[in-house]
């Protein structure tokens, strides 16, 4: 009998400590973090989140490491970490085509459920419309007055179909009683392509991917969806200065594109008290900052008390909206 007591003590020891364990984990972490990007190696994404990572390898004392999914508009490097043990030692670094998604495609997961949203990290400024230089116009208004003239003859880029830059492209052209054909592309960067070679005669783009083409006079810009105008090309007015007054107030939460960071639900809540802080240190950073900047946004923390988890929320009901307006049907 007094055996037997002796194991059953032993036993009740060890469940008590392994439940310690997993309700205050105060080694984590002793092992290495990935942060898994639904996006393409070298894009927008990617180089935030190796910026990131490499800053919290420093703080840590761990490595992190980041990893490319990609895939079905995003939805597998997603669905990989909803799907991934809720230990903090896989993350998601993504933009707010997890808000998206749910208003386009059937989803594996339930974007509002399978993740504990921990903070930005990033807030794009705006996008610039531009146009191949071999459109005859200088201007936004000279430009609705050809596409007019042309009603459904030109065509336009996005990097596929129902992202936030096709959304905005075809609020522009509703607002103005356009049609152009939507060219889908697999990528910004193809789409900024063919606008470049004159496949399609205009694209919407974040600053980076197109300031030096416009400098060197291989796109135009026509106007930026911004508040104010980007210093790297002061001479471009914004789409209020171009003539559509109303367009930033009414759409210009989504061209404000963010960028955070999420864990699988039910994390727990001491390892994500860790990461909220580790990562309040990163983003604050100077060198993190500086690669934000570069990527033509800026830092953008938001606090941990779920004020981040309710822009998600809110942004997934008015993408919602907004696409059964513009009548895109889910895939």
Do not use: C
Not at 107 to 121: G, I, K, S
Not at 173 to 185: C, E, K, S
């Amino acid at each position: 009998m007094r055996s037997w007591k002796i194991v059953m003590a032993v036993g009740l020891v060890a469940a008590a400590a392994s439940v310690a364990t997993h309700s205050q984990p105060a080694s984590y972490p002793d092992r290495p973090i990935r942060i898994v990007v639904p996006s393409s190696p070298g894009s927008t994404p990617d180089v935030m989140a190796r910026a990131i990572g490499a800053q919290l390898s420093q703080q840590m004392g761990q490595a992190v490491i980041v990893e490319n999914k990609l895939g079905a508009n995003q939805v597998l490097g997603t669905d990989y970490v909803a799907k991934a043990a809720p230990d903090g030692y896989t993350l998601l670094l993504t933009s707010n085509a997890i808000s998206l998604n749910p208003a386009l495609r059937k989803l594996p997961y339930d974007a509002l459920r399978a993740f504990v949203p921990l903070t930005r990290v990033a807030v794009a400024t705006g996008f610039l419309v531009v146009v191949n230089p071999r459109v005859p116009v200088n201007t936004l208004q000279e430009f609705v007055a050809y596409a007019t003239q042309h009603n459904g003859e030109l065509n336009f880029s996005s990097p596929g179909e129902g992202n936030a830059f096709h959304l905005m492209t075809s609020l522009f052209l509703r607002a103005n009683g356009l049609r152009m054909q939507h060219i889908p592309y697999n990528s910004i960067n193809l789409a900024v392509n063919a606008a470049l070679a004159g496949d399609v005669q205009m694209t919407m783009s974040v600053p980076t991917m197109v300031v030096e083409q416009i400098k060197a006079g291989k796109l135009r810009a026509l106007a930026f969806t911004g508040k104010q105008r980007l210093p790297e090309l002061p001479d471009v007015p914004t789409m209020a200065e171009a003539g559509v007054a109303d367009f930033e107030a009414r759409y210009g939460w989504i061209d404000k594109g963010w960028m955070g960071v999420f864990a699988p639900a039910a994390t727990p809540g001491p390892v994500l008290e860790r990461l909220n802080s580790e990562l309040a240190k990163a983003v604050s950073a100077p060198r993190v900052r500086a690669v934000v900047a570069q990527g033509g946004g800026f830092a953008a923390l938001t606090d941990p008390e779920g004020e981040f988890a309710k822009r998600v929320g809110v942004e997934t009901r008015e993408f919602a909206e907004i696409v059964r307006s513009l009548n895109i049907k889910p895939e």
